[in-house]
């Protein structure tokens, strides 16, 4: 009885290490946008640009070089979103409708749509370069994003079918709910983010 223990014991045990050791991410499999990790290894500046693509609703900044038509946007959503999100953007199996609704947040029956929702225009490019298309997010290049950007803005009538989006007439655009958020003034929005010789926080001790 004891072998037989000692025997499973050796079998789990040689199986939790092939386990682990198929687990093991190669350079081959990572993400092309990264230098193998090593741990004390200092990042630098051109190991963070891949990763560094937000971009600041307000005024664009973060915006990369290109540009895109309502026009061509239409080509790139048929054949890369249509399918989830239906013709023209009116909805389709995955997701309703992303046309419309402008206004509808002063009613008890809002339409969320990029047009009814969004604050900022260059906010519906970051989420497209970001999460786009479903199966394969961030594979868009530039130009096609702003041409679904642009067509996403021509379907909710906020700008001409040949009109060219680019970081600075995407920014220039003035959205219609611009004015339906709450500023959030809490005190802690105001701290200021140190990156050298920073004062320790203060910490409060409980008195028992």
């Known amino acids: ?6 025997v499973t014991m050796a079998l789990a045990t040689t199986l939790l290490l092939a386990g682990c050791a198929g687990n093991t991410v190669s350079s081959a499999t990572a993400s092309p946008h990264a230098r193998p990790a090593a741990l004390g290894t200092p990042v630098v500046e051109p190991d963070l640009v ?4 937000d971009v600041r609703g307000p005024d664009g900044q973060g915006l990369p070089p ?3 038509t309502a026009r061509a946007g239409k080509a790139v959503f048929d054949a890369q979103c249509a399918s989830c999100h239906g013709a023209a953007a009116a909805g389709g199996p995955m997701f309703g409708t992303m046309v419309g609704g402008i206004g509808s947040f002063k009613t008890d029956k809002r339409v969320l749509t990029p047009g009814s929702m969004y604050p900022y225009a260059p ?18 290049s530039n130009d096609q994003t702003y041409a679904v950007t642009a067509y996403l803005l021509h379907l909710n009538g906020l700008v001409e079918q040949d009109a060219e989006m680019n970081a600075a007439s995407l920014a220039a655009i003035r959205m219609p709910n611009r004015d339906g958020f709450i500023v959030d003034d809490r005190p ?9 010789d920073c004062k320790p926080l203060r910490t409060s001790v409980a008195v028992p």
Do not use: H, K
């Open 1 to 6: 009885m004891r072998s037989l223990e000692t």
């Open 66 to 68: 290109g540009s895109g």
């Open 188 to 196: 802690d929005t105001n701290a200021v983010r140190c990156m050298q």
């Open 123 to 140: 906010a519906l490019f970051d989420y497209i370069r970001r999460a786009m298309p479903l199966t394969a997010p961030q594979s868009l």
């Open 50 to 53: 891949a990763w560094n693509i």
